[in-house]
């Protein structure tokens, strides 16, 4: 059974950067396309960045130029590095495969973006 377990999050404040990683177990990795998504408050979940095999990124349009996803194969994991936070990015962030969630959701980590 496939596992992913989300860290890195934090209390940021605006314009500040996170990185976050994301952690898969239990399959054949690099065989996925991957993504981030997040889920703000009374908000519905929303893919912010994906990545596939071969390495093409899309991003949603309120992340591009700001943020930055990457994969590391050998180690099984997926990373997203944050810069110029905005108290709208505020939300948990999910890592799944991409264009279908097929993986069991983690926990997720958590992004707060406050002064």
């Known amino acids: 059974q496939v596992q992913v377990v989300e860290s890195g999050g934090g209390l940021v404040q605006p314009g500040g950067s996170l990185r976050l990683s994301c952690a898969a177990s239990g399959t054949i990795f690099s065989i996925y396309p991957m993504a981030w998504y997040r889920q703000a408050p009374g908000k519905q979940r929303e893919l912010v960045a994906s990545i596939t095999t071969s390495g093409s990124i899309k991003y949603a349009d309120s992340v591009k130029g700001r943020f930055t996803i990457s994969r590391d194969n050998a180690e099984n994991r997926v990373y997203l590095q944050m810069n110029s936070l905005k108290p709208e990015d505020t939300a948990v962030y999910y890592c799944?495969?991409?264009?279908?969630?097929?993986?069991?959701w983690g926990q997720g980590t958590q992004v707060t973006v406050s002064s």
């Open positions: 799944n495969a991409e264009p279908v969630p097929i993986f069991n």
